[in-house]
């Protein structure tokens, strides 16, 4: 051990995390970094073989810190670093830190542009570093060769091997080694590196595999299980770099396109559990084929893994039957973290790979939603977030660090194109953006596969191959927003049939009017019918939002982030016309992606990360909105645009907002005077007294 530091030790600096620490003459550079927590990576235990604690010293006066640092002030190489040097070659002005000793002071950078380093920077909307800090290690050691006189087993000389370098105590071997360890420990000549598993909380060190030799390779899965798609990221667990990345629809549609469908399914038919299970199980696996071929990796490099997903995908996932999830009290089987061997469900990865999957919040916010949270983290700051994650079930998440709740919503499938007359999924040929003209109520759009709007020259010929199909989630939302904006639907959502006279493009729909978007083959217009799916979906979304806002006894969110594949592609400025959420400045309203998928990466490469969160989960209120009185009356103030009693100042602000104006549901447009108010207005006003 180092003796205590004093004032005329060498001060050293990491970069870039910035720690520092003075230490003793003589010091090892790997030493140093370890007690500063600078996470620099050391498979071979400090014997300059396997190459990856590589560091540079920085040459310089560094006024701001105080110190002179130069490649003086670090020993000379010895003979273990010039033989790794003359076989595997050093990068220049690289050198090993496990063999280079602290002689001055000194800045040391920790090389970001190789596999060596503790830190990987997420490729996500934000630039945050996620410190390294895995389940699994990979352990070289060297073992005693066995001895008449010292009649120890091959075993318990390896424990000895990994306590003396490693520090391991407390090791435990998964049973199926047990038969292979001698033949190991002779093939690599009496050397051989452990992959040691131990959780953040647990005293307990696991060896779940080994090898002959020195093996530097070990990854893991991170794969968050949509109800729509499942998505997969192929990481090393050395370096935190994403190796490789892949996806694919979820088999389950066959059985049903929503949760509740597949709920229904299983309730049906004796075996629709086990064929869901095998569904979404070959379908992992699947990807994981995918992903190693990418990666040019082997199943058996796979160590670990982290699962996550809606509640019923998590149940069905682990083949757990999720028909209690069907009805009230939407009671979960499990909801805190789940750690079991990949085996146990028949993933093949390392026979010794374990799998976590993430605690789900409540009955219908899953381990997806606790996986966003971790990504974004509303728990650590203290503005008020608002995370939503939009789908058939919309998942909400609103707080601060003082306090977090969370709620689902029935949003219903309208925004994926269903119910929809000209609905679809978005893929090459639909509409994903629509403006409105509003003096001549002229429409223009773009369509999936196409950079140019319909009214540019060349338009017809880069959609010639796909075709424009129909409207997807993302144009649905725009095509309302723009339809309320150049004043074709009233504050009600009521197609104003009198524009007819103004434009062919209203046009009568029995006793409703319709607005044409596009002309031929498919003739695709925004009915009536259209417009009230839209608005039911986002009245129970924005409800369920505001029924947060009033547990958090606020009235207003600083910041608003969607999560979710449908959720990058939102436009937020006709997300807040359309109502969809609350009034925010708009350069705080933006989209994180599969933020799910970002959370899974976390709680992969960092165990501290699963901690966190099981300890957030513990602590969110659910609020189940079936329960809430309230609701209903939240849900007919929104189901106006954007809402019937609520003030949007910064939309308005943002926004040229048209003049209130009524529509009567024949289509009879009316002026801004007081108007008589809907049956169901009334009767929420009633109760809001």
Not at 95 to 115: N, W
Not at 619 to 648: C, G, S, W
Request: charged share 25%; hydrophobic share 40%; glycine share 10%.
């Amino acid at each position: 051990m180092n003796p205590p530091p004093n004032i005329t030790d060498p001060l050293v600096l990491f970069m870039p995390s910035g720690k520092r620490g003075r230490f003793p003459v003589g010091t090892p550079v790997l030493d140093a970094a370890r007690q500063l927590g600078v996470y620099v990576e050391s498979v071979c235990g400090g014997r300059a073989t396997c190459g990856r604690c590589q560091v540079e010293v920085q040459e310089g006066n560094f006024a701001k810190h105080k110190i002179v640092s130069s490649n003086d002030h670090i020993s000379p190489k010895g003979a273990k670093e010039e033989r790794y040097e003359r076989v595997r070659g050093l990068p220049e002005r690289r050198r090993l830190s496990c063999s280079t000793q602290i002689l001055g002071d000194l800045v040391i950078d920790v090389p970001q542009d190789t596999v060596i380093n503790a830190q990987t920077i997420r490729k996500d909307a934000d630039t945050r570093v996620i410190a390294r800090d895995t389940a699994i290690r990979m352990c070289y050691v060297e073992i005693e060769e066995p001895d008449m006189h010292k009649p120890l087993g091959d075993l318990d000389r390896l424990k000895i091997a990994l306590m003396k370098d490693w520090g391991l105590k407390n090791l435990e071997f998964d049973f199926y080694l047990l038969p292979q360890v001698q033949g190991i420990l002779r093939k690599g000549n009496w050397t051989a590196t452990a992959a040691i598993h131990k959780d953040a909380d647990s005293d307990i060190a696991r060896v779940i595999a080994l090898w002959p030799g020195l093996k530097n390779e070990a990854y893991g899965l991170a794969c968050d299980i949509g109800s729509t798609t499942i998505a997969m990221h192929l990481v090393s667990l050395l370096s935190g770099r994403v190796a490789a990345s892949s996806g694919t629809s979820n088999p389950q549609i066959r059985f049903g396109e929503d949760l509740m469908s597949r709920v229904s399914y299983v309730m049906m038919n004796p075996d629709g559990r086990e064929g869901m299970t095998v569904a979404v199980r070959e379908a992992v696996s699947g990807l994981v084929d995918k992903v190693c071929a990418e990666g040019n990796v082997q199943r058996a490099d796979i160590l670990d893994s982290v699962f996550v997903g809606n509640p019923i995908m998590h149940h069905l996932f682990l083949g757990i039957d999720p028909t209690e999830l069907g009805g009230a009290p939407f009671a979960l089987a499990v909801s805190g973290a789940v750690r079991i061997k990949a085996s146990d469900i028949g993933l093949k990865l390392n026979q010794g790979a374990r799998l976590y999957m993430l605690p789900c919040i409540a009955g219908h916010v899953g381990a997806d939603a606790a996986a966003v949270t971790l990504s974004e983290g509303p728990h650590r700051q203290d503005e008020m977030m608002l995370i939503v994650d939009v789908g058939t079930n919309a998942e909400i998440v609103l707080g601060n660090s003082a306090r977090v709740v969370a709620a689902s919503s029935p949003t219903g499938p309208a925004f994926e194109g269903a119910e929809i007359s000209g609905g679809q999924r978005a893929a090459p040929g639909a509409i994903e953006r629509v403006r409105i003209d509003p003096d001549t109520l002229e429409p223009r759009y773009r369509v999936i596969g196409s950079e140019l709007w319909s009214d540019q020259p060349g338009f017809a010929e880069s959609v010639q191959a796909t075709g424009v199909t129909g409207i997807c989630g993302s144009g649905i939302i725009e095509v309302i927003a723009e339809m309320y904006l150049s004043g074709i639907i009233s504050e009600d959502g009521v197609v104003d049939g009198s524009l007819g006279m103004r434009s062919p493009r209203i046009v009568p729909n029995g006793r409703t009017f319709s607005y044409v978007l596009k002309e031929g083959e498919p003739k695709i217009t925004i009915t009536q019918n259209d417009v009230r799916a839209i608005q039911l979906a986002k009245a129970a979304l924005y409800a369920g939002t505001k029924l947060l806002m009033e547990k958090q006894h606020t009235d207003h969110v600083d910041r608003i982030h969607f999560a979710g594949a449908f959720g990058s592609f939102i436009d937020p400025k006709y997300a807040m016309v359309l109502g969809l959420i609350p009034d925010c400045d708009l350069d705080k309203v933006s989209a994180v992606g599969n933020a799910a998928g970002a959370g899974a990466r976390m709680a992969l490469l960092n165990r501290g990360y699963r901690r966190e969160i099981e300890e957030t989960v513990s602590r969110i209120e659910k609020i189940e909105t079936a329960l809430e009185p309230k609701f209903q009356e939240h849900f007919v103030y929104a189901m106006a645009l954007p809402n019937k009693v609520d003030p949007f100042p910064k939309l308005a602000a943002a926004v040229k907002l048209p003049p209130r104006k009524t529509v009567g549901e024949d289509g009879a447009a009316g002026d801004a005077t007081p108007r008589r108010r809907s049956r169901e207005e009334r009767a929420a006003r009633r109760g809001r007294g």
